[in-house]
């Protein structure tokens, strides 16, 4: 079916080059053309939302298009992913991302980064998601422990119509601090930049590309500005040599990378608006959000040894944007023209969504205003969602008090009727409710640590029932259900497993006289709460 895309609407520029790296393997003078297609972070997405905006099977109708149209005018084509398939929506979570990668491979995907999501299950699991996909899930910077050899594949070269173009796979170094301790126990992320430089020489001497690509999985950090977060693409493309990578191809931070001017986002940018890429020491770099709620789209000039950039678009996938009325009120409308869902796509996927919809079914509980659990909250500020969560797994271990990183809520939940699926959304990875049984001195140094964690983290840490006052760096008082602390005193926290085994940074609990950790989940214990305490007042649990 041929869909008809609204070009005035579509995200365009073009002929943007500066500092075109050079290319000595180019056989001839006569120009070549690469379109380079691209998505990051899945999470779950393979089925479109209420709203029916994005999903696989629009995504492939935009691709086979793109792809068709590219060939057409002699281009080669390569389609990417900056990794992060799993975690997110249940119906893939329940399915371990199943119809997600095999809906990429059906998609034609020719390689994905592995992302930090992809260690949130067994490896077992990611044994199996690599048997789904027909493509290599690439990384060249995670190592096996015993042996000192990758643990995967960490780059792939590919011949398209005479293009020998290598793609190298990258993927974050927090994946050791935010990962499950449980699954990468045996993995070493080793710093991207090293491997990389040394890699990039090992395949020029082997193959001599005429285009090196980075598929990544570090984040976007305008002007390299990471803060607590492992260094990201920026930082990568400025540490190499100029013109070591001709592109680098991300995701991890989930946004739109469209520049305003040098080292200045775009903040403006918005469905059916210009997007510019970033360039960083000669090196593109790109990412298309979130969700497959884009497509990007990089056409690519090379000739004479130089690769220009001659167009550049995020392409909306039947997204929605609020169009001003004459009343004063605005109307969702598509950015761009329809793009019909292909067929057989949709009904390969539409088993999976029926079989996932299936087991999360049914009502548990009612709430009567939004619970707060997005994901540029709960990493900023304390938020009452936050505290339903923490009650929950207190009353699970009969707690004091308790805390969880902010980065483990993955979700809002609605004001109205609560289902399950709204329980797992918030929590997909099944980390299950422990506690600490605290001397009163043990707890104050740790405090003195977790509290110090900064806002835009995902170790940023949510409490309840417990306040703090920091000075200078340092704690310096603490109350627990509004008393101070006593160091004399025992105290019952509540944490989950996640935490308690370090991720995210926090200090480690396992190993210490005091640990227990129980048999119910976290979205168990969430679910039962509901249950047992609905209708819930979101005011009752306003931070104050």
Known sequence: MRVIISFLLLLSVSACSNNPPQHESTSSNEARYLTVLHTNDNHGRFWHNEKGEYGMAARKTLIDQ?????????HAVLLLSGGDINTGIPESDLQ????????????????????NHEFDNPLSVLKKQQQWANFPLLSANIFDKKTGENAFQPYKVFDKQGLKIAVIGLTTTDTAKIGNPQYIGGLEF??????????????????????????????????????????????????????????????????????ADKNINDDNFGPGKACKPDQQNGTWIMQAHEWGKYVGKAEFKLQ??????????????????????????????LAAKYITPNPELKSFL??????????????????????EGDRNKVRYQQTNLARVIIAAQMSTVGADFGIISGGGIRDSIAAGEVSY????????????????DWQGQDLW????????????????MQYHKMRFKRENGKLVSVLINGQPLDLSATYRMSINSYNASGGDGYPTLTDRQGFVSTDETDAQALKRFFTENSPISAAAFAPK
């Open 304 to 333: 004479n040894g130089q690769l220009t950039l001659i167009d550049y678009k995020l392409l909306p996938v039947n997204l929605y944007i609020e169009q001003p009325q004459a009343d004063g009120t605005t109307k969702p409308v």
């Open 66 to 74: 793109l792809r068709n149209d590219a060939q057409k005018q002699g």
């Open 190 to 259: 080793k710093e991207p930049i090293d491997v990389t430089n040394t890699l990039v020489n090992k395949i020029n001497q082997q193959y001599q590309p005429d285009i090196t690509i980075a598929v990544t999985h570090m984040g976007h950090y305008v002007d390299a500005a990471f803060g607590i977060n492992a260094p990201g693409d920026v930082t990568l493309a400025r540490s190499l040599p100029k013109n070591t990578l001709d592109m680098i191809i991300g995701g991890h931070s989930q946004e739109p990378i469209c520049m």
């Open 350 to 371: 539409a088993n999976y969504q029926a079989k996932g919809a299936k087991q999360i079914e049914g009502k548990i509980g009612f709430v009567d205003a939004k619970l």
């Open 421 to 436: 699926k709204d329980i797992l959304k918030v929590h997909p990875f099944k980390n299950r409710i422990t506690y600490m």
């Open 96 to 115: 371990f991302a199943e119809p997600d990668f095999k809906g990429m491979s059906l998609i034609g995907y020719d390689a994905m980064a592995l992302g």
């Open 445 to 460: 140094d740790y405090l003195d640590v977790v509290t110090s964690f900064p806002p835009d983290a995902g170790a940023y």
